[in-house]
């Protein structure tokens, strides 16, 4: 399948970072995911300590492993 014009202007784009660059724009996607999971947990349950927001919020980005999430839910 031929990539679209954006498709390949943006791989073309990734191509040329470098390493640090890569990591450094993989954390910043992670620190915008983090942030947005918990302005959902936020507006679903109200407000709440840091730590179990915190905890919350590793809860859904590791709702897919199940040890994970019963290591989790023993915090709350």
Request: proline share 0%; aromatic share 6%; glycine share 2%.
């Amino acid at each position: 399948m031929e990539m679209s014009t954006i498709e390949s202007e943006y791989q073309w784009r990734m191509d040329a970072l470098s390493g640090t660059e890569r990591i450094a724009r993989t954390m910043a996607m992670l620190k915008w995911t983090r942030e947005m999971l918990a302005r959902q947990i936020i507006a679903q349950e109200g407000s709440m300590s840091e730590e179990r927001l915190r905890w919350k919020v590793a809860l859904r980005l590791y709702a897919s492993d199940k040890a994970a999430c019963q290591m989790i839910e023993s915090r709350l």
